[in-house]
Structures are given as structure tokens and as C-alpha cells.
């Protein structure tokens, strides 16, 4: 059972505000989160040249419109996500964009590790996976449903892989691995343009506002 209270209780940044907090936090060899490795600040740094390029690049599909101008209720989008996430950042300027449509929705970040209580309510196979939005009623503050970590195509390559790399003995060759499938889900998301981000969270807000999720 998911805890409305929590994810009630809390006040995310805007998309405006995230950008400028990783901006800031890069200026000073800084990510967010505990870690601010060589490897995590590179990847900070390509995440927002990504978000950049996205920000001017991103187009919606007309059935993507049609349904999020559709939208009659206030709604609340809270979107958990860290500065080094690959995938949020092929994601949330996405959602971002998706949002701004309506004025009924209101889109919000928050940072997944300094939110351990909210995150952990909605696990993707045990694990901590982001980027994840959450969708609530603004007026009743009803959780309605979810999705995320990453459009199916995407999760498959990733899922995939770490199961090849739970088989490997040699810790380098588990990160070759990965490094190998997140390269390739990365040059996914750039043939598929935000499509597939658009499509499958739209078929997930039409059945939450249909009640055919339950929580």
C-alpha cells in the first residue's frame, strides 16, 4: 500500500530549478548525491548536455496532445531522479514538455536518495530504479499510479545485460557489460526520438485517470 503522506508532504523543485541545481553543483566538481567520482561527474556532465539539446529538439506527437490537453483535473507529477541517471535525462525533458501542455498539471523533482521512503515504495524489481514519476490527484492527493524507470525497449537492453553480467566472474567484465548496454540504450533513445517516453506514459496516465490502476 502506497503512503500518500509521504509523497503529499513533499515540494519538489521545478524543471528550471533541477537544471540550475546540477549546473551548480558541476561548477563545484559536484553531482547530487554522496558520490562525486570522476565517472558520476562525467556522466552529469553529459546528462546535461543531453537535457540541453532535448530541451530544443523535442518534439510531441499529436496524439501525445491531444491527451495530455485533455486532462480536466488538477494532477501532480513528482518525478524521482539524480544528476548522473542517464535515463532522466533522456526522460524528463520529455515529461517536462508533456506537462507544460496543461495547466491543470504541475511537474515537480525530487532527488531519489535523499527520499529513501518515497522511493522505496515503488521498487522495479527490488531495486531503486529512476527515473520514476509518480501521478497524483492535486485535489485529493490520491496516488493514481506510476511509471518509469525507462520505456520497455530500453528496459529490456538494461535487463537483459545485468543478467549477463551477474553470470561474469571478472568484475571489469561486468562493467564492460553495462557500459556496453548503456551505450546501446543510449543510442535508442536518440533513433526513437522521445516516441516511445510519450506513448507509454500517456497509456499510463489514461488508465490511472480511469481507475484501472489500483493503489
Not at 50 to 63: F, G
Not at 87 to 108: F, G, R, T
Not at 186 to 191: A, D, G, H, L, R
Amino acid at each position: 500500500m502506497v503512503s500518500a503522506k509521504k509523497v503529499i508532504a513533499v515540494r519538489g523543485m521545478t524543471y528550471t530549478e533541477y537544471r540550475q541545481v546540477l549546473d551548480e553543483l558541476f561548477a563545484h566538481h559536484k553531482t547530487t548525491g554522496d558520490n562525486h567520482s570522476e565517472a558520476m561527474l562525467h556522466y552529469t556532465k553529459m546528462n546535461i548536455a543531453r537535457m540541453r539539446r532535448l530541451d530544443k529538439t523535442i518534439k510531441m506527437l499529436p496524439e501525445t496532445e491531444e491527451a495530455i490537453k485533455a486532462v480536466d483535473r488538477p494532477l501532480r507529477w513528482i518525478t524521482l531522479t539524480e544528476g548522473w541517471c542517464g535515463d532522466a535525462a533522456q526522460i524528463i525533458p520529455i515529461l517536462e514538455k508533456m506537462a507544460a501542455l496543461n495547466p491543470e498539471i504541475s511537474h515537480e523533482l525530487i532527488l531519489r536518495d535523499e527520499h529513501p521512503d518515497i522511493m522505496d515504495q515503488f521498487l522495479t524489481n527490488g531495486a531503486r530504479a529512476i527515473p520514476l514519476t509518480i501521478i497524483l490527484d492535486a485535489e485529493t492527493d490520491q496516488v493514481l499510479g506510476h511509471w518509469g524507470p525507462r520505456p520497455a525497449v530500453a528496459q529490456h537492453l538494461v535487463m537483459a545485460a545485468k543478467a549477463e553480467a551477474s553470470a561474469a566472474t571478472v568484475a571489469e567484465d561486468r562493467k564492460a557489460i553495462m557500459d556496453v548496454a548503456k551505450f546501446e540504450a543510449q543510442k535508442w533513445y536518440t533513433k526513437d526520438k522521445g516516441r516511445a517516453v510519450q506513448e507509454e506514459f500517456v497509456a499510463v496516465l489514461q488508465a490511472a485517470l480511469t481507475h484501472k490502476v489500483s493503489y
